[in-house]
């Protein structure tokens, strides 16, 4: 194409819609790329460049955006105005809110394909208004790549376009050892991690559409993979959990937490410190006496939390091992007991950081007022915003389930939105890899 002509982006035709419509004309939206902010620029092309390009058209709706500050942030509003060729304009104040309303403007073109059926004037006149308001500061998208194939760059990139147009903020890539550790050989050995490059790569791709990438590791529990070679025999606890309290711990961990930070522009991070069960119950016990769980790990949380500080990184962590050491059940059932609050014995410790962010994780319940209550639970712990994790239930199956990740999501959804348990970030998981 000409350097000087807009760019054209056509609806997608693979969808399930009546058979009709594959042989209805389309809708080509001809974006603006040149004379778009140039925060957009990039990002507009990669948008652009993941879709089918029409040689021609026989209807165009022209797409401009307009930043400003009249919109608030998490904010934008499309307004259509019907001419030769429609005209579409975008008002936006964040760089993701511009990519949302992309994604809003092709959801109105299918629906005027749909329209066209009955009214084919719809192609042409197009008249609408889209105006939306963000419910959270971050939405997050969690994808779990320890399990089975790692995700290469290449997907990512496409996950990061939906999400651009869905209007996503954060991307964090599970890592257990999948991420590469300079003089570490046999971290993530055969395991197929992500380099520095590649990390960096996928950050720029990402920051290009307003879209913040959060490493996200372990530093507790879940590194099994890691602990089964005798490199790493010193550092064993259990054949999960790595050893706290001992001081090469912890210059270990903070090679990890360097590896996996500095390729990404985000000063946040995901500590883990999930499931770490048997925590001070391996060798930490022969070594140091028998110490109370939840004594160890907040004791382990402090100090991985003053590395992070000194690195600039703010933390957050799974929130389950908290309940669970406090009920002295393992058992998932302590985690969402709702009479199981444990301010009560954090008191008796040193209290976690206020500047640690807890993640509420739960997947599995369908009644708003389950998570309205452990959300509540989390704040009387010091945490005045908890994150609010749900799942999109691809784990132990072939296929996502998803009658029942609808449920499950909309009750927390409902929870995390409403008063007086309202938080400012929710993250959706996909834990697993169709079958692990």
Known sequence: MDGGSPMQISTPNEDPVPRVLQDAIGVNLAVDVEGAPGHLQQGLQQIIGSHNVAAQAEHVWSVQFEHTGDVASGTFDVRSVTGQVPQITVRYNRTIDAFRALGQVLTAARAAEVAALTNPDALQTPDFTISESAQFETLALMIDCSRNGVLNVNSVRAMLRNMAL????MLQLYTEDTYKVEGEPFFGYLRGGYTHDELRAIDDYAFAMGIEVVACIQTLGHLGQMLQWPRYAGLRDTNEVILSRAPETYAFLEKLIKAAS????????HIGMDEAYGVGE???RGLYGQVEGTA?????LGRVHAICAQLGLRAMIWSDMLFCLAAKNN??????DQSNNPAEALSRVEGIPRDIDLVFWDYYHTQPEIYARKI?????LGCSSPWMAGGAWTWSRLWCHVPFSFESNRASLIAAKSQPGRVASFMLTIWGDEGN
């Open 262 to 269: 500095a390729p990404l522009r985000s000063k946040r991070i």
């Open 282 to 284: 391996g060798r930490f």
């Open 296 to 300: 160890i790990f907040v004791e382990h």
């Open 166 to 169: 869905m209007g996503y903020t």
């Open 376 to 380: 509540q639970q989390h704040k009387d």
């Open 331 to 336: 058992a998932l059932y302590a985690y969402y």
